[in-house]
Nanobody
Framework: QVQLVESGGGLVQAGGSLRLSCAASGRTFSTYNMGWFRQAPGKGREFVAAISSAGDTYFQDSVKGRFTISRDNAKSTVYLQMNSLKPEDTAVYYC???????????????WGQGTQVTVSS
């Protein structure tokens, strides 16, 4: 079992930056593949970014070059650095974890509760 707790959301102006954090429980964090999803009002949840247990990263096309994902295994934490934010990035952002990299980008086993990100124009 993995428990995930996100933090770092908030209100930011377009062009600004935010860093989301996701703290994971358990002593096997380094073996998990981690991801971020988001859900905008009235829309389905969509994949944003993922990082494998080995450090490989994968991004949705719309955030490439603006978002980075990283992990600190000593702190059992994964981060999503979001730069050049746009109003269309407004959403609830969810952290996710899975034993398999392909699945953390699609249907991960574990989810956090979400953190709101609002980008004003």
């Amino acid at each position: 079992q993995v428990q995930l707790v996100e933090s770092g959301g908030g209100l930011v102006q377009a062009g600004g930056s935010l860093r989301l954090s996701c703290a994971a429980s358990g002593r096997t964090f380094s073996t998990y593949n981690m991801g971020w999803f988001r859900q905008a009002p009235g829309k389905g949840r969509e994949f944003v970014a993922a990082i494998s247990s080995a450090g490989d990263t994968y991004f949705q096309d719309s955030v490439k070059g603006r978002f980075t994902i990283s992990r600190d295994n000593a702190k059992s934490t994964v981060y999503l650095q979001m730069n050049s934010l746009k109003p269309e990035d407004t959403a609830v952002y969810y952290c996710a974890a899975d034993q398999f990299f392909f699945r953390v980008r699609t249907t991960p086993d574990y989810w956090g509760q979400g953190t709101q990100v609002t980008v004003s124009s």
